[in-house]
C-alpha cells in the first residue's frame, strides 16, 4: 500500500511539474510575442542552415542561406532564394526575378506541412503545440533561453520547433525546426531593427513598374 501510495505521489508531482514548465513556457512566448508585436514594424536579416545527420549532412557543410524580411503587423516583404514575397495583407506576390514570373495568390500562405510562414511568426505557436521550457545557453555573451514546441497532432511533418530568445531583450534569437525525416533546419537572426520609417505604400505591390520591365504576372 505505500508503494502505491509513494507511486501516485510521484505521478501527481511530476505533473504538477509538468504543467508548470508548460505554463512558464507559455508564459515566456506570449510575451516575446507582445513585446515583438508592438513594433510598428521590424527589419530581420537571418541565415538558414540545414543539417541531416542520417543523411550525412552536416550543419557547415555548406554555406549558410541568407535572408531578409521587413514585417508590419501580417505583411511583409521577403528576400529569399532569389525570390522576393510581397504580402499586403490580402494577395501574396511571388516574384521569380531569374524568371521575371509573377504570381499572385488571395491570402497568405497556407499548408499542413508545419512551416512557420512569416506573417505568423509571431503567433504560429498558439494553436497546435504543447511547450516545454528548453536549455539555456550563453552565445556570444547573450543568454538564449530555449522553449521547445511539440506538435499535438502526431503526424505532423514536424516533430518539434525549438525557439531560442534572448532573455534579456526578449527577441527570437533562432528558430530550429526538426522535420519527421531528421533534416534539422536552423534559421538564426544576425540583424534586426525595429521602427523604421516605412512608406505607407511600402508592402503595396508596383505591377506598372515589374511590366515596365517584361516580367509576365499570372
Known sequence: MKKITLLFLSIFLTTITFSQNAEKAKSLLDEVSTKMGAYKNMSIGFSQTLSNEAAGIKEGDEPPIRGEIKLKGEKYILNYLGNQFIYDGQKLYVINHDEKEISITEGDLEGDDGFIYPSKLL???????????????????????????????????????????????????????????????????????????????????NKAKFLSQNYTID
Open 123 to 205: 503567433t504560429f505557436y498558439k494553436e497546435g503545440y504543447n511547450y516545454t521550457m528548453g536549455k539555456l545557453e550563453n552565445t556570444k555573451g547573450r543568454h538564449i533561453q530555449y522553449v521547445t514546441l511539440t506538435p499535438i497532432d502526431s503526424n505532423s511533418d514536424i516533430v518539434k520547433v525549438e525557439l531560442g530568445i534572448d532573455a534579456k531583450s526578449k527577441h527570437i534569437y533562432k528558430l530550429i525546426q526538426t522535420g519527421s525525416n531528421g533534416s534539422k533546419t536552423t534559421f538564426t537572426i544576425n540583424k534586426f531593427k525595429k521602427n523604421e520609417d516605412l512608406s505607407n505604400n511600402f508592402f503595396k505591390f
